[in-house]
C-alpha cells in the first residue's frame, strides 16, 4: 500500500511536475498535491492546506527557490524543502542550502528523489522531537524555578558520580550559613550539622545509599549567628543498572517552631502527671498508723477508675511499708453497691498476695443492708466495726504467745 505524501510543488513546468510525481509513485508513495509557480500562489495555498514536503524549482519566470523559502520562514514552517532543478551553478546550491534548503536533486537524476525526501522526513521527526524535548525542558525547568521560589524547603541535589552538589538558596537560608561557607559537596553540608547529630545523619544518608532505607532525618544546625535550629531532611536517591548510586535529591525544612512546642506540650504533659499524681494521693491518702499496720481511708464514691488508683496505691504502700496489715476504712464511703464490694474483695486479695493482712472497717448499718441485699460476699475477709477496732485487732495479734505453765 502506498504511503500517503502531501506534496507542494512550486514548478512552472507542467511536464517536470509530471515526472516527479511518476518518481514519487516508483518510490511507494501515493501523493496527493497542489502545484504553484508565483509567490502569490504559494502564499494562498499554505494558508489554506498542510503539506509534508516541498519539492522547488530554482528559476521560474517570476518566482525562485530563495523567495519561495523566505515564504515558508514568514510563517513558521518547518518542512522539507528539496531543490528539484535542471543544472545550475555550486554558488547557487550554496547559497539556497544556507537559505534553508534541506536537498537539492537534479531533475536528469530523479531516482535521488524519493531517498533525499526520506531523509528530510526523519530529519524532520528529529527536530520536531528534540523541540518537543527542549520545551519540556523549559517547562520543567520552569516549574522548578517556581517550586523553589514558592516553596518555605531548602532543595538539594547531589550528584553521587561526581560529588558535586546543588544548593538552593532557601537551603542556605535554613541553614544559617554565610556565604562561602556551604560548598558545593556533600563533605560540606555534613560538615555544618551539629557534631553531637553529624554521625546519625551520615549513617542514615549510607543506610539509603547501600541498602535503599528511607532517608527521613532530623537534625540540629547551630547557625553561624548562634542560634540553635532543627531541621528536618529527606530524599531519594536513584541507582544505575549495577545498583550504585548516581544521583540524591531532597528538602531540607526548619522545625525549630514544631520541636519547640513539642517540648512546650512534654512540659505540660509532665505537669499534667504531677497534678494527677498528688490528686490521686489525695483521693486515695495512705496512713502509716505505726510499724507494719497502714490505714487507707475511702471517701466519696467507688467506680472503675478509682478502684484502680486505689489498688496501685494501696499495694505500692504495702511493698514500701513492708507491713503486716492493711486496712480498708469505708467510713467516708457514698455509695456501697455490688461493684464497690467487688473491688474491695479485689483489693483485699491483691493485698494477701503480697504476704500482708486486709482488713475492711467502717461499714455502716445501712451499707450493710445493701451489701446483704446485692449478695456481695464478704465473709472471707475480717470486716470491723471502726478504726479503733482494727487496731486493736492488729495489736493482739502482733502480741507475742503467753508462755505455758
Not at 523559502?69 to 542550502?97: C, N, Q, W
Not at 533525499?116 to 516549574?143: G, M, P, Q, V, Y
Not at 540524591?248 to 499524681?277: H, P, V
Not at 472503675?304 to 513492708?322: N, P, S, Y
Request: net charge negative.
Amino acid at each position: 500500500m502506498d504511503t500517503p505524501l502531501r506534496v507542494l510543488l512550486v514548478e512552472d513546468s507542467e511536464l517536470d511536475a509530471r515526472l516527479i510525481l511518476r518518481e514519487l509513485k516508483r518510490g511507494g508513495y501515493g501523493p496527493s498535491h497542489e502545484r504553484v509557480h508565483t509567490p502569490e500562489g504559494m502564499a494562498d495555498i499554505l494558508a489554506r492546506q498542510a503539506y509534508d514536503v516541498v519539492l522547488c524549482d530554482h528559476s521560474m519566470p517570476r518566482f525562485d527557490s530563495l523567495s519561495a523559502l523566505r515564504i515558508l520562514k514568514e510563517r513558521g514552517l518547518d518542512l522539507p524543502f528539496i531543490l528539484v532543478s535542471g543544472s545550475i551553478g555550486e554558488t547557487i546550491v550554496a547559497e539556497v542550502m544556507r537559505a534553508g534548503a534541506h536537498d537539492y536533486v537534479l531533475k536528469s537524476d530523479l531516482q535521488r528523489l524519493v531517498p533525499a525526501i526520506e531523509r528530510a522526513l526523519r530529519d524532520l521527526d528529529e527536530r520536531r522531537e528534540r523541540r518537543r524535548a527542549e520545551i519540556a525542558l523549559k517547562e520543567s525547568e520552569e516549574r522548578f524555578a517556581l517550586a523553589v521560589q514558592g516553596s518555605r524547603d531548602g532543595l538539594w541535589d547531589w550528584n553521587l558520580v561526581t560529588g558535586g552538589a546543588y544548593y538552593s538558596e532557601r537551603f542556605k537560608d535554613i541553614l544559617g550559613c554565610r556565604d562561602g561557607a556551604l560548598r558545593d559537596s556533600i563533605e560540606s553540608f555534613l560538615s555544618l550539622i551539629h557534631e553531637e547529630d553529624r554521625d546519625y545523619v551520615a549513617s542514615a544518608l549510607r543506610g539509603h545509599l547501600e541498602r535503599r532505607d528511607p532517608y527521613d532525618v532530623e537534625f540540629r544546625r547551630r547557625t553561624d549567628a548562634g542560634e540553635l535550629r532543627w531541621l528536618c531532611s529527606r530524599g531519594q536517591a536513584l541507582w544505575d543498572d549495577e545498583g550504585r548510586a548516581t544521583r540524591m535529591a531532597g528538602s531540607l525544612s526548619d522545625i525549630t517552631a514544631r520541636k519547640q512546642a513539642e517540648a512546650t506540650l512534654l512540659d505540660k504533659l509532665d505537669i499534667i502527671e504531677r497534678q494527677q499524681e498528688a490528686i490521686r494521693e489525695l483521693s486515695t491518702p495512705i496512713i502509716e498508723v505505726w510499724d507494719g499496720v497502714i490505714t487507707m481511708p475511702v471517701f466519696g464514691a467507688v467506680d472503675e477508675h478509682r478502684a484502680e488508683q486505689m489498688m496501685d496505691v494501696l499495694l505500692h504502700a504495702v511493698v514500701r511499708t513492708r507491713c503486716r496489715s492493711a486496712i480498708i476504712d469505708l467510713t467516708g464511703a457514698d455509695v456501697i453497691d455490688h461493684r464497690t464490694g467487688d473491688h474491695v474483695m479485689r483489693l483485699v486479695r491483691a493485698v494477701e498476695l503480697l504476704g500482708a493482712r486486709g482488713i475492711v472497717v467502717g461499714i455502716r448499718a445501712e451499707v450493710a443492708q445493701t451489701i446483704v441485699s446485692l449478695g456481695v460476699d464478704l465473709s472471707r475477709i475480717i470486716t470491723l466495726a471502726n478504726l479503733r477496732d482494727a487496731l486493736v485487732h492488729c495489736m493482739g495479734s502482733a502480741a507475742p504467745p503467753s508462755p505455758r505453765r
